[in-house]
């Protein structure tokens, strides 16, 4: 990985993405935060900041330490550094401004949905409607079922209302849709979408990264415990996502001389140095611009590659995880050898 490529961490109060501006006081700021497990460095040194307004993603592999960054900015756990949530130590804050959706949490089984609602409601002087907050879900037509008869997304759903039902100024939700079918993820996507239209800041947490793509002004990639990109995800794409690239699905794997001859072909054809690499599906040519998929399809005929089917990419914020953690490495491990493959960050 090209380190000098990547943001320096928290590089972007504004980015031109921010609701609130440069000027507007951050919802959540930290500086330097850390925190260790016995000798289990979770975070090392995290800076970062959130304007009002913002849905912002935090994205990062198994234990990089996202959950324990949302922990520590809702103040159930302690960490060292300079942490504030709306200009104050995160266990000072109001509770009634903050919504939190933990990524494990088991209400209590034999309650129904209305009743859970109504039990964190009643926890807040002034909460919204019971039924309009499972409307919002999409849990108004099984509120009346006990939560343990739920499916997995209803549950999720009747989590989510449970951490909105106090109308939070800031809201965390912890990896709100895993387990969720796609019906469910498009009704808490709207949920967030309408949130963020009404002025309430979302943090974030995901491993799903078409919806982070989808729903956040700004995204921080943690690894190890470090920001080590962040920005509006069309500017992580445009930065760190590469090239957009040409997959040809192949009955048998290219031999190296195959291989070579694609490449020449583009070469030839699009006048740019191609990276060429075998998948597990068949070839990639990375580099291929719209305009340019004739030619490239033409090389891989020339060559005499025999491809049952042809797909085209562009770049995504999938892209820029994979490049910015290694794992698009570990994953081509498996691929076999990639042939005249440009520089991570050259071959765009
Ligand atoms: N209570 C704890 N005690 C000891 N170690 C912990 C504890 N909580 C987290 N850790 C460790 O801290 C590191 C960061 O964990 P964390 O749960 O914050 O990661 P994460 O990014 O949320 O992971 P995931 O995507 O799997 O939820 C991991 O190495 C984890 O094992």
């Known amino acids: 990985m090209n380190e000098t490529a990547i943001d320096a961490a928290g590089d972007a109060p504004a980015d031109g993405a921010s609701p609130g501006g440069p000027a507007a006081d951050p919802v959540v700021s930290g500086e330097g935060v850390r925190k260790s497990y ?97 409307e919002d879900v999409g849990m108004a037509d099984d509120a009346d079922a006990w939560y343990e008869t739920l499916s997995g997304g209803q549950k999720r759903r009747t989590c989510v209302a449970t951490a909105v039902v106090n109308d939070p100024d800031l809201l965390f939700l912890d990896e709100p849709t895993t387990g969720i079918d796609p019906a469910g993820r498009r009704a808490i996507h709207r949920l967030i979408e309408r949130l963020a239209a009404g ?78 690499e075998r998948t597990e599906a068949g070839l990639r040519v990375r580099g291929v611009r719209p305009e340019a998929i004739g030619d490239a399809v033409d090389a891989l005929d020339g060559a005499g590659v025999a491809f049952d089917s042809l797909s085209w990419t562009e770049p995504s914020l999938e892209d820029v995880y994979l490049r910015l953690t290694g794992e698009e490495y570990a994953r081509r491990g498996d691929a076999g050898e990639s042939v005249e493959r440009a520089d991570e960050e050259g071959d765009r």
């Not at 304007?51 to 935090?58: D, H, I, R, S, Y």
């Not at 920001?227 to 509006?232: D, H, I, N, P, R």
């Open 38 to 134: 016995g000798d289990v460095v979770a975070l090392d040194g995290v800076s970062l900041d959130v304007a009002a307004g913002e849905v912002f993603g935090l994205i990062g592999p198994n234990g990089a330490g996202k959950t324990t960054l949302v922990r520590a900015l809702t103040g159930t756990t302690e960490a060292d550094g300079d942490l504030r949530v709306f200009g104050e130590p995160p266990r000072d804050v109001d509770p009634a401004r903050i919504g939190l959706l933990p990524q494990s949490f088991d209400p209590p089984a034999r309650l129904t949905a209305r009743e859970l609602v109504d039990y964190y409601g009643g926890l807040y002087d002034a909460a919204r409607d019971t039924e309009a907050v499972l």
């Open 199 to 276: 002025g309430t800041t979302v943090f974030l947490t995901s491993h799903a990264m078409d919806e982070v793509e989808r729903l956040t002004d700004r995204v921080a990639l943690l690894r190890d415990g470090r920001v080590v990109a962040s920005g509006a995800p069309d500017r992580l794409v445009a930065e760190h996502g590469g090239a957009p690239r040409l997959d040809a699905a192949t009955a048998e794997s290219a031999t190296e001389e195959v291989v070579e001859s694609v490449a020449s072909g583009v070469r030839e054809r699009l006048g740019t140095e191609p990276t060429v």
